[in-house]
């Protein structure tokens, strides 16, 4: 069966990691279609509908020998994916596509600078645990309340750095403020960065214009735009990509 093809999982439990972020175990027998190491990747849950389907996007935040974590943004107006996940129980089966390709931060700067929203988080947590243990650097990381702040595993040498903002996607330049209050350290960084679509070009900008980052060293992606569905995000994000 390949990888892409559609297929069922089992839900095997839930927990809430943080105030607005659940974590959905599955398994099944089809959990071992997914190859190893791909902490990171990304998975598409598909949600029939009357018309076609709905695809959403997330990525894979844990994988065991026969599970996989997938953490779920608990957002007020929830889409089909946190509304599913939040009323999922044991048992329950989701159809799922992928794994799609890993997206880690490069290993060619001098340090590393790593910046995401809530919805980065899982994506975040994975590079952060498998940078060399001499890195330094900073994970910029926004957050809904003090109490989503999670212990995350990295080095000593790269600080953690939290911005509350209880109105996700609604200050756009949170994040470019906080990474205008931190040192620049010298030499090259390699960058990783996903977030709101607004934030993002506002951070592309900075990182582009301002420190003149090398296109090798960066990865900047939007994972959502405040007041679209995935599909309408994805059309931006096609027109934002042909006049970047």
Same mark, same amino acid.
């Given at each position: ?118 919805? %980065? ?7 952060? %645990?498998?940078?060399?243990?001499? @890195?330094?650097?900073? @994970? ?22 939290? @911005? ?25 960084? %390699? ?49 934002? %990509?042909?006049?970047?």
């Amino acid at each position: 069966m390949s990888r892409m093809q559609p297929r069922d999982f089992i839900v095997i439990r839930k927990e809430l990691i943080s105030p607005n972020m659940l974590r959905v175990t599955l398994g099944g027998d089809n959990v071992q279609t997914i190859p190893d190491d791909q902490e990171s990747g990304y998975v598409k849950l598909i949600f029939p509908t009357d018309g076609k389907p709905l695809f959403r996007t997330y990525t894979i935040r844990h994988q065991r020998h026969n599970e996989i974590d997938i953490d779920f943004m608990l957002h007020e107006d929830g889409g089909p994916a946190s509304s599913w996940a939040k009323s999922s129980q044991p048992g329950d089966s989701i159809c799922i596509g992928g794994p799609g390709p890993k997206k880690m931060i490069a290993n060619t700067g001098d340090w590393y600078l790593l910046v995401g929203d809530m919805t %980065a988080l899982p994506a975040i947590s994975v590079n952060l %645990a498998q940078l060399p243990e001499d @890195a330094k650097g900073y @994970a910029v990381i926004e957050v809904v309340s003090e109490a989503d702040i999670q212990p995350l595993e990295h080095p000593e040498g790269i600080k953690m750095v939290w @911005a509350i903002n209880p109105h996700p996607g609604q200050q756009s330049d949170l994040l470019l403020k906080q990474l205008q209050s931190l040192e620049w350290l010298q030499g090259s960084p %390699a960058v990783w960065t996903a977030c709101e679509f607004n934030s993002m070009k506002t951070l592309r900008n900075f990182f582009k214009k301002d420190k003149a980052v090398s296109k090798e060293n960066l990865y900047i992606s939007s994972y959502w735009k405040l007041g679209s569905n995935e599909d309408q995000h994805k059309e931006v994000k096609r027109q934002d %990509a042909e006049m970047a």
